[in-house]
């Protein structure tokens, strides 16, 4: 290994000598790679492919050991740091451009224990990784919907899926934490240790400190649930839209219901000729006892003309990966997110708007149903700041020729200006793209403040930066 030039806090540069990086790497059962090393490209290659960041250090840890050693060094030297789990975060904060970036993507083990119904799960593990190892004992964690995303940064951030209505959040379901802090401390975070830290870990993103290991309450689940798509023509959408809201407002907590606008893909099930044409899927999952959910979903298949019903029982892991052939690494994506309270009619005219002006064939929205058992913890008792909407308005731009980025981005920004009068004003920080800095204040409502505190407490310098920022010092930003 050569001297380096690393990226400090400052934004300037900060000369690090071999001798120093031969001795980090020394003290690892993880590895070190720089910009020569064969798998550099890859290590540093996320799931939103307008992210082409090259840090300096990639630090891949094998274990809280190497954490504490990496976070350590970033320390010493006061180096830019990123910290990348799944690496799906879709604003890149996982890869730094320069600085050291903590690749925890080799730790993926997941330990379950049945009789107790938890789980001790790594922060590289992937939901599918999870999902795997809890459901071969007939358990399950809320999580997101699409399998490839990572445990670490979906939990930090609240995590919201299938089955959240039933269980709540990902946090809801946090037991304790393993924390490496700034300092390079590892402490564990839970209602009993740490309180301040394991409050700010619920919902607070990547913010206070890199946890090395997340524990689980788990919850009987499976293996088959009732799931799947009912496919409408798009020119129903306001009629579909409105009757979708009827029925859910009586909706059991085991009743969750997204909706999906876009071109329809070439999916087996669908007439060839409605292929690349307009449509509105409702996706529908019920993690009770099938024959109540065949009750249950019965108001919602019963919606107008549908093209297509393929509900039915399937295995919950199967489900838990039916989007994941529309949402696979490699495209170019831009998101904006808004949450609402209620889905009212202008915000529907909005986004009917929305899809007649579709700049891409990938490009679609998402709609998240929430409420039930996430809105039953009071807001103030997690960091995660909106417990009262019912609904996710996730807009997803995605394309593949650079070309096409201006038109895309505006899209998607456009649908978000266009839906603000009718949301609630908070937003779900796992859905920010890297623009939308100065949103996370706002994004926090109510809870900022008490988060600002905590950051200032653990991390008082803003090592951990390279996130949806909470600003140590109120205010004032440090980057
Ligand atoms: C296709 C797709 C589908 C999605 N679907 C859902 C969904 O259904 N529900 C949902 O809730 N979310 C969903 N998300 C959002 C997802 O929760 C966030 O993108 C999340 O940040 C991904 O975590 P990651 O570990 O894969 O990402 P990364 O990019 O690796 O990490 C994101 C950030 O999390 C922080 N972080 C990562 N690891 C740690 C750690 N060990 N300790 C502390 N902080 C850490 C860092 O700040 C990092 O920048 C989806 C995202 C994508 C791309």
Not at 15 to 37: F, P
Not at 264 to 274: D, T
Request: with cysteine.
């Amino acid at each position: 290994m050569n001297d380096m030039s690393l990226m400090n806090l400052q934004a300037g540069k900060t000369w690090v000598g071999a001798a120093a990086i031969e001795a980090l790497a020394a003290g690892l059962r993880g590895k070190v790679l720089e910009a020569s090393d064969a798998s550099y490209d890859e290590a540093r290659a996320i799931w939103n492919a307008m992210i082409d960041r090259r840090p300096a250090l990639i630090v891949q840890c094998a274990e809280a050991a190497d954490v504490v050693n990496a976070v350590r060094f970033a320390n010493d030297n006061k180096l830019l740091v990123s910290v990348r789990g799944g690496g799906h975060n879709i604003a890149g904060n996982a890869v730094c451009d320069g600085g050291m970036m903590i690749d925890l993507s080799p730790m993926k083990s997941v330990r379950v224990d049945a009789a107790a119904k938890r789980a001790w799960v790594e922060p590289g593990a992937t939901l599918a990784d999870l999902d795997k190892e809890t459901q071969s004992f007939g358990l399950a964690l809320p999580t997101g919907i699409n399998s490839t995303t990572g445990i670490a940064g979906l939990t930090v951030g609240g995590g919201f899926g299938w089955i959240t209505r039933k269980f709540g959040l990902t946090i809801d379901n946090l037991v304790s934490a393993d924390v490496v802090t700034a300092n390079g401390e590892l402490v564990r975070a839970s209602l009993a240790e740490n309180g301040d830290l394991f409050w700010a870990l619920r919902g607070g993103g990547g913010n206070f400190g890199i946890v090395t290991a997340f524990e689980f309450q788990l919850h009987d689940l499976g293996p088959q649930v009732l799931s799947g798509l009912v496919v409408h023509p798009f020119a129903d959408a306001q009629a579909v839209l409105q009757q979708y809201r009827e029925a859910l407002e009586a909706a059991p907590d085991e009743l969750t219901c997204w909706v999906v606008m876009r071109q329809a893909p070439p999916l087996p099930f669908l007439p060839q000729e409605w292929h690349g044409k307009e449509i509105l899927v409702l996706a529908m999952c019920y993690c009770g006892d099938i024959a109540e959910g065949e009750k249950a979903t019965q108001q919602l298949r019963s919606i107008g003309k549908p093209i297509a019903d393929v509900v039915g029982p399937n295995p919950f892991t199967g489900w838990q990966q039916a989007f994941d052939p529309l949402l696979t690494p490699g495209a170019r994506n831009y998101w904006k997110s808004h949450d609402f309270i209620a889905l009212s009619d202008p915000a529907i005219a909005v986004l009917i708007d929305a899809i007649g002006t579709l700049p891409g064939p990938e490009c679609e929205i998402f709609i998240a149903h929430l409420g039930g058992a996430v809105g039953r913890v009071a807001t103030g008792a997690t960091a995660f700041p909106q417990r009262n909407s019912h609904f996710v308005m996730n807009v997803h731009a995605r394309w593949r020729e650079p070309a096409m980025d201006t038109a895309c981005i505006a899209w998607a920004r456009q649908l978000f200006d266009a839906a603000a009068p009718y949301s609630a004003g908070t937003a779900y920080i796992n859905f920010m793209p890297d623009d939308e800095v100065d949103r996370v204040e706002t994004a926090y409502g109510g809870n900022y403040k008490r988060l600002a505190e905590i950051k200032r407490q653990y991390d008082p310098q803003n090592l951990f930066r390279m996130n949806q920022n909470v600003r140590p010092v109120e205010g004032r930003r440090m980057m």
